[in-house]
C-alpha cells in the first residue's frame, strides 16, 4: 500500500486561504470517508486537525475545513495566519487488510 | 486529560529488538478505545505501525507484520512495542496515540521518542 500523494509544499500570504490536497484511490480515500488531518510543527508532536472528511475536534480553530471529492481529500486553511505554519498529513482508512495509510506530507509556509 | 508517555532505549543494535513502552494517564486503556504506534523517519512523514484494543485484539501494519508485536498490560494502563530485527531503516521517532475504533483516527499524541539504531 503506497502512501497518499500531497504536494511537498503550499504556501500563502497571511489572510489569504490555501488548500491541500490527498490524493489516494478507489480502495482508500475514495471508498470510506474516514480521513484525517494532522498538523505538525518541528519537533512537536502531530496534532489532529480533521476526522471523518470534514468534522474538526473541539478547539480546532473553524478556519480548518475537510473535504472529499472521489478519491482526492482536501484541507482548506482560511484566513492564513503565522503559526499556521507547519507540516500537514493526511490519513484514511484502508480496508481490513492495510488499514490505514498517511500521506505523504506537505510543508505549509506563510509568506 | 489524557496523556501518553513513550519510554524505551534510545539506541539499538541491528538485527536486535526495539522495545518501547506507553505509559497512559487521565484515561483507562480498559474503558475502551483502540491505542497505536507511528513513527517517523528523521525528515520523513508519518507511518502507522499497529494498534491494539484493551482485549488485547490487534491489527498491524502489513509491511512490518512480519516484526511487530503490540501487547497491552490494563494493571499498568501501558501498551508496548516490540520491533524485530531492526536494521538503520528503523530509525525513527516513535509515537503512542490514542485512536478512535470505527473511525480511524488518532486524538491524543504522546510527545515522541527517537529510537536510533547502530552499531
Known amino acids: 500500500q503506497s502512501a497518499l500523494t500531497q504536494p511537498a509544499s503550499v504556501s500563502g500570504s497571511p489572510g489569504q486561504s490555501i488548500t491541500i490536497s490527498c490524493t489516494g484511490t478507489?480502495?482508500?480515500?475514495?471508498?470510506?470517508?474516514?480521513v484525517s488531518w494532522y498538523q505538525q510543527h518541528p519537533g512537536k508532536a502531530p496534532k489532529l486537525m480533521i476526522y471523518?472528511?470534514?468534522k474538526r475536534p473541539s478547539g480546532v480553530s473553524n478556519r480548518f475545513s475537510g473535504s472529499k471529492s472521489g478519491n482526492t481529500a482536501s484541507l482548506t486553511i482560511s484566513g492564513l495566519q503565522a503559526e499556521d505554519e507547519a507540516d500537514y498529513y493526511c490519513?484514511?482508512?484502508?480496508?481490513?487488510?492495510?488499514?490505514?495509510?498517511f500521506g505523504t506530507g506537505t510543508k505549509v509556509t506563510v509568506l | 486529560q489524557v496523556q501518553l508517555q513513550e519510554s524505551g532505549p534510545g539506541l539499538v543494535k541491528p538485527s536486535e529488538t526495539l522495545s518501547l513502552t506507553c505509559a497512559v494517564s487521565?484515561?483507562?486503556?480498559?474503558?475502551?478505545?483502540?491505542w497505536g504506534w507511528i513513527r517517523q523517519p528523521p525528515g520523513k512523514g508519518l507511518e502507522w505501525i499497529g494498534s491494539?484494543?484493551?482485549?488485547?485484539?490487534?491489527y498491524y501494519n502489513p509491511s512490518l507484520k512480519s516484526r511487530v508485536t503490540i501487547s497491552v498490560d490494563t494493571s499498568k494502563n501501558q501498551f508496548s512495542l516490540k520491533l524485530s530485527s531492526v536494521t538503520a531503516a528503523d530509525t525513527a521517532v516513535y509515537y503512542c496515540?490514542?485512536?478512535?475504533?470505527?473511525?480511524?483516527?488518532?486524538?491524543?499524541w504522546g510527545q515522541g521518542t527517537l529510537v536510533t539504531v547502530s552499531s
Open positions: 496515540a490514542r485512536e478512535h475504533s470505527s473511525s480511524y483516527y488518532f486524538d491524543y
Open positions: 487521565g484515561y483507562s486503556i480498559s474503558s475502551g478505545y483502540y
Open positions: 491494539i484494543y484493551h482485549s488485547g485484539s490487534t
Open positions: 478507489s480502495s482508500d480515500v475514495g471508498s470510506y470517508n474516514l
Open positions: 471523518e472528511v470534514s
Open positions: 490519513c484514511s482508512y484502508a480496508g481490513s487488510s492495510t488499514f490505514e495509510v
